[in-house]
């Protein structure tokens, strides 16, 4: 079960330099998860620059080059599907937690858009396709710029040299 989706990011955001990165297992899926990051962007004025990798494995290096080339977000999308073998939870931890290590490392959000699903139906369910539930593309490019634009209203806090 799932809670309430966030409200989608209306907030101008040409100004934010964004990657896309997305694997290449399961094309109909992933056709679906870039178009709802391609809406998305367009929505927010973004120009994103695109690229593909092989599969989901091979995101967190490819984020990571993102990230080290100055881009301000890393929106990534990948499918991966239960199968018969352990493969599946080595990679979706891999992967998430290259991810996860990728943004706190670099200070680059990055928007998480890997489904972890049980079969294809499910994935297709929430690629953004007509008649999907879901359009898991759009909320992981809205959560990287959000995240960027509300890091950009942060302040920066100068802290003490010494302990009080």
Not at 146 to 153: H, K, N, Q, W
């Amino acid at each position: 079960m799932t809670g309430p989706r966030p409200e989608e990011l209306r907030e101008d955001a040409s100004d934010v330099s964004v990657a896309i990165i997305g694997a290449s297992w399961h094309p109909d899926v992933m056709e679906g998860l870039l178009a709802g990051a391609l809406r998305a962007a367009e929505r927010c004025g973004v120009e994103p620059f695109v690229t593909r990798v092989p599969g989901a494995f091979e995101l967190p290096v490819a984020a990571r080059r993102a990230a080290d080339s100055g881009f301000e977000a890393v929106v990534v999308l990948g499918a991966v599907i239960r199968g018969g073998t352990p493969h599946f939870d080595y990679v979706c931890s891999s992967v998430s937690s290259g991810l996860m290590r990728v943004s706190v490392s670099t200070g680059v959000p990055v928007g998480f858009g890997v489904l972890t699903c049980d079969d294809v139906e499910q994935a297709l369910d929430r690629a953004g396709l007509p008649g999907s539930s879901g359009d898991k593309g759009a909320e992981a490019f809205d959560a990287g710029v959000a995240t960027v634009l509300g890091l950009r209203r942060m302040p920066r806090v100068q802290r003490s040299a010494g302990f009080s």
